[in-house]
């Protein structure tokens, strides 16, 4: 199994195109992963299919950093989690395995400082809605335990 991965860098042109179909095909890739990418993935998966038709598209479901092509019909792949910055996708093998793919795109540093207060953000968020959860237990015990 051949993993392909591509930072595009939003670049659009008929080059991209050719040159991101040539390097899954020239290298029989299976998993091929764009980040940063505004190809238009019908357009792309047209072209990785012309001369043989073995890709399939993943429509992300969250993240528009992450754009996945594969060889592997939809029925073997299984959503685990999609994010702004990582996606993970389980691999069923014909053999019976389990393949784990994480994904994780990293923000650019022009970002990061944004990145770090929104991360924070969630984690109190997060947080917070955790130790409401366990006092509610708590309370719950302790009047179970009283009775």
């Avoid at 073995?54 to 950093?65: A, L, N, R």
């Avoid at 685990?80 to 019976?96: H, V």
């Amino acid at each position: 199994m051949k993993v392909g991965f591509w930072n595009i860098n939003n670049k659009n042109n008929s080059e991209m195109y050719d040159a991101v179909s040539l390097f899954a095909i020239h290298n029989n890739i299976d998993f091929l992963i764009l980040v940063e990418s505004n190809l238009d993935p019908d357009v792309l998966l047209s072209r990785l299919n012309k001369e043989h038709p073995k890709y399939f598209y993943y429509e992300p479901i969250v993240s528009t950093f992450t754009v996945l092509f594969t060889t592997f019909p939809p029925e073997r792949l299984k959503e685990i989690n999609d994010d702004d910055r990582i996606t993970c996708k389980q691999y069923m093998s014909s053999l019976g395995s389990v393949i784990n793919f994480i994904i994780l795109h990293f923000p650019s540093k022009l970002f990061l400082r944004q990145m770090i207060r929104m991360h924070l953000f969630r984690k109190r968020k997060l947080l917070s809605i955790l130790l409401k959860k366990e006092l509610k237990i708590s309370i719950q015990l302790s009047l179970v335990t009283s009775i």
